[in-house]
């Protein structure tokens, strides 16, 4: 155990260095360059992490003294020698931080016929450090990620802690350079859960582990046949479903919290309509008022909004448009018990016999001819001539409902001031003959 915490601290002393080389020192399986006629599909490379729960003493030592050897001729060619290890497991493995059976858990189960990728070297008695494509989920202190709305993500710090549970004290599977790739899961207070593809790194038994290959660590010499390329692929893509099905969740709920936000926007519209009307809005202006509301209902229904702001306030809105249109039926009813009643006459003692239609101020066809600056687009029409145009005062009646039918009218005749056309104001309306 002293011996793993002083392979920590030389790591973290060394991080300052391997904080300088290139961005190639850490590709991961997502990234992989190479040429396209040198093996099919993408080129796995096994990334340099370096940090807590990383490489063992003697490889990180080993790849540290590579790096700053002056006989190298580059950085990043140094970081390429050597080989990496392609691993199949023959039995489930649950993954460990360290090699020790009674090493933590890091709550990742790989399952039997995983590919796992190791150098050689990495290995501590009966254990050996893989590298998982795809990644596996761990938690990252949101102070040093940023997260945009699709749940994608980089660090910003330069030696960021991944761990296996959201608390300072576990000890982190991984230390992440600064603009490491991120897969967002959910937070919890001040954590992050996050997928980290380039740097997912367990311990597994070694008997659990089938060697299926060796390749140069170099990607522009590895060949891999395609059946290989396509397990790693759909492994990866199994790994990364958990992120993809909560990217679709959180778009939904962007959309969601977009479609809500219109929806206050309009209804705050018709809300200030409403109000600005005031107590002399008639039938008219409130049945646009409520087909407004009918619409507005419905889509916060399909929202499944359910006892929020919004519904209270369409709830409220919707009891005073009700309240408005008992009034105005109230009104409605007593200007009609104010008509004077028309007595009836007994047939047999009144000759000559009146037509029925006789009793009426008027009778014609009613229509809707809209027209520039009419007084009104209803009129009272006979042999296709336009006797007078109607008006209902108070609201009573609801002329569309009367219009194409033959109707007699008991009203009052009026004429606009300068105006040639007559209007009758229409007290009474009954239906002679149909449509």
Same mark, same amino acid.
């Given at each position: 155990? *002293?011996?793993?915490?002083?392979?920590?601290?030389?790591?973290?002393?060394?991080?300052?260095? /391997?904080?300088?080389?290139?961005?190639?020192?850490?590709?991961?399986? /997502?990234?992989?360059?190479?040429?396209?006629?040198? &093996?099919?599909?993408?080129?796995?490379?096994?990334?340099?992490?370096?940090?807590?729960?990383? +490489?063992?003493?003697?490889?990180? *030592?080993?790849?540290?003294?590579?790096? $700053?050897?002056?006989?190298?001729?580059?950085?990043?060619?140094?970081?390429?020698?050597?080989?990496?290890?392609?691993?199949?497991?023959?039995?489930?493995? !649950?993954?460990?931080?360290?090699? $020790?059976?009674?090493?933590?858990?890091?709550?990742?189960?790989?399952?039997?016929?995983?590919?796992?990728?190791?150098?050689?070297?990495?290995?501590?008695?009966?254990?050996?450090?893989? =590298?998982?494509?795809?990644?596996?989920?761990?938690?990252?202190?949101?102070?040093?990620?940023?997260?945009?709305? *699709?749940?994608?993500?980089?660090?910003?710090?330069?030696?960021?802690?991944?761990?296996?549970?959201?608390?300072?004290? /576990?000890?982190?599977?991984?230390?992440?350079?600064?603009?490491?790739?991120?897969?967002?899961?959910?937070?919890?207070?001040?954590?992050?859960?996050?997928?980290?593809?380039?740097? $997912? =790194?367990?311990?597994?038994?070694?008997?659990?582990?089938?060697?299926?290959?060796?390749?140069?660590?170099?990607?522009?010499?590895?060949?891999?046949?395609?059946?290989?390329?396509?397990?790693?692929?759909?492994?990866?893509?199994?790994?990364?479903?958990?992120?993809?099905?909560?990217?679709?969740?959180?778009?939904?709920?962007?959309?969601?919290?977009?479609?809500?936000?219109?929806?206050?926007?309009?209804?705050?519209?018709?809300?200030?309509?409403?109000?600005?009307? &005031?107590?002399?809005? &008639?039938?008219?202006?409130?049945?646009?008022? !409520?087909?407004? +509301?009918?619409?507005?209902?419905?889509?916060?229904?399909?929202?499944?909004?359910?006892?929020?702001?919004?519904?209270?306030?369409?709830?409220?809105?919707?009891?005073?448009?009700?309240?408005?249109?008992?009034?105005?039926?109230?009104?409605?009813? =007593?200007?009609?018990? /104010?008509?004077?009643?028309?007595?009836?006459?007994?047939?047999?003692?009144?000759?000559?016999?009146?037509?029925?239609?006789?009793?009426?101020?008027?009778?014609?066809? =009613?229509?809707?001819?809209?027209?520039? *600056?009419?007084?009104?687009?209803?009129?009272?029409?006979?042999?296709?001539?336009?006797?007078?145009?109607?008006?209902?005062?108070?609201?009573?009646?609801?002329?569309?409902?009367?219009?194409?039918? !033959?109707?007699?009218?008991?009203?009052?005749?009026?004429?606009?001031?300068?105006?040639?056309?007559?209007?009758?104001?229409?007290?009474?309306?009954?239906?002679?003959?149909?449509?």
């Amino acid at each position: 155990m *002293n011996l793993r915490l002083f392979t920590v601290f030389i790591a973290s002393a060394c991080l300052a260095f /391997s904080a300088s080389l290139p961005a190639t020192e850490f590709l991961a399986l /997502s990234h992989f360059q190479g040429k396209k006629d040198q &093996g099919a599909g993408a080129h796995p490379h096994f990334p340099k992490v370096q940090g807590a729960g990383a +490489l063992p003493e003697k490889v990180l *030592n080993k790849s540290l003294g590579e790096g $700053s050897s002056k006989d190298s001729p580059s950085k990043e060619s140094a970081a390429l020698r050597g080989e990496q290890i392609l691993f199949e497991l023959n039995k489930d493995q !649950e993954a460990r931080l360290f090699a $020790s059976p009674k090493a933590p858990a890091i709550g990742v189960i790989l399952r039997k016929g995983s590919l796992v990728w190791s150098l050689p070297g990495s290995e501590e008695g009966d254990y050996r450090q893989v =590298l998982v494509p795809g990644g596996f989920p761990g938690w990252v202190f949101a102070r040093f990620v940023q997260v945009d709305s *699709n749940g994608r993500g980089r660090t910003i710090g330069r030696r960021v802690s991944f761990r296996y549970r959201p608390e300072t004290k /576990s000890y982190p599977l991984t230390l992440l350079p600064r603009g490491a790739k991120i897969l967002a899961l959910s937070k919890k207070g001040d954590w992050w859960k996050v997928i980290v593809p380039d740097a $997912s =790194l367990a311990w597994v038994e070694k008997v659990a582990l089938k060697e299926r290959l060796r390749t140069p660590l170099d990607p522009t010499k590895i060949q891999l046949s395609e059946a290989l390329v396509k397990r790693l692929e759909a492994q990866k893509k199994e790994a990364q479903a958990p992120f993809f099905a909560k990217q679709a969740e959180w778009k939904a709920a962007q959309k969601k919290r977009e479609a809500k936000e219109q929806l206050e926007k309009d209804l705050l519209a018709v809300q200030k309509v409403f109000e600005e009307t &005031g107590p002399k809005a &008639g039938l008219p202006e409130l049945r646009e008022t !409520e087909a407004a +509301l009918k619409v507005l209902q419905k889509r916060a229904k399909a929202l499944a909004l359910k006892n929020d702001s919004v519904t209270q306030r369409l709830r409220l809105l919707q009891e005073e448009v009700d309240r408005r249109r008992l009034l105005l039926d109230a009104k409605a009813a =007593l200007a009609e018990a /104010s008509l004077p009643k028309i007595k009836k006459v007994d047939p047999a003692a009144s000759l000559p016999k009146i037509h029925p239609r006789r009793r009426f101020l008027e009778t014609g066809w =009613l229509e809707r001819r809209p027209g520039f *600056n009419d007084y009104s687009p209803y009129r009272l029409v006979k042999g296709g001539r336009t006797l007078y145009y109607l008006s209902v005062p108070g609201g009573r009646y609801d002329l569309e409902d009367f219009v194409g039918r !033959e109707v007699g009218v008991l009203g009052q005749k009026v004429r606009p001031k300068d105006a040639d056309f007559r209007v009758i104001q229409v007290k009474h309306l009954v239906i002679l003959s149909g449509r």
